[in-house]
Structure formats: structure tokens, C-alpha cells
């Protein structure tokens, strides 16, 4: 769970995590004041028993982590080619993909098979 803490100046606290002391140092916002995301359970619940939370820390918002979006079917195109240079001419103009990369046919239709598109050597 993601959780933002703020301040109304800009704040660095030292904490105990653990066996060890950790240096916080919070961000400084444009208009004034600081603050400090982490996903650490056990920073978060350092930073909540320091003696500045509450009165000079505070808690802006806790955001638990949601599950990815599931993952779309990807269309497939095909497109018709008549030589090795055309397909790779393709590649490269449409997809963006660097020259360089493109050294073979099994490359060229590697790569467009990537990005969803077949290439059909007539």
C-alpha cells in the first residue's frame, strides 16, 4: 500500500527501520511545504511513530496497489510485401524500429510479428 505524507515546510527526519536509522529526506513542492510516498510497511510505520507525525507529518492519502487492467487481445494486420527491402522499408517507416536492427529476414518479420503485423512475402 502506497502512503503520502506531508509537510508545511520542507522536512528531513531520521527514523528507526529495524536495527538500523534511515535518513527521510521529503521532496519539496513548488508552492510551499514537502512530502514523502513509500510502499515499505516498516518505513511507513517508523515515519507514524516518529514525534512530528500527527503535528508536523501528516497523512495526505493511503493508496493500496490495484490489480493491472487485463491485458487487451492484440489485433493482427497483414500486409503484403514483394521483396525483402520492402519489408524492411515497412518496418522501419511504420513500426520506427532502427535499420540496424533489421540485419535478416527472420529479424524484419521477427520484429513486425512483435508488434502485432505479419509479413507476407508474395
Sequence with gaps: MMKTYTARSEMCINVRVG????????????????????DDPSLQSAIEHHRYFGTRILLARSQSAAPPPPAAAPSVTTVDVHSLAEAKDYVVERLGISRTKLRTSEQIFAVAKEKGIILRLL
Design 19 to 38: 536495527e538500523r536509522c534511515r535518513h527521510v529526506a521529503f521532496i519539496p513542492r513548488t508552492m510551499g511545504g514537502s512530502s514523502f510516498a513509500t
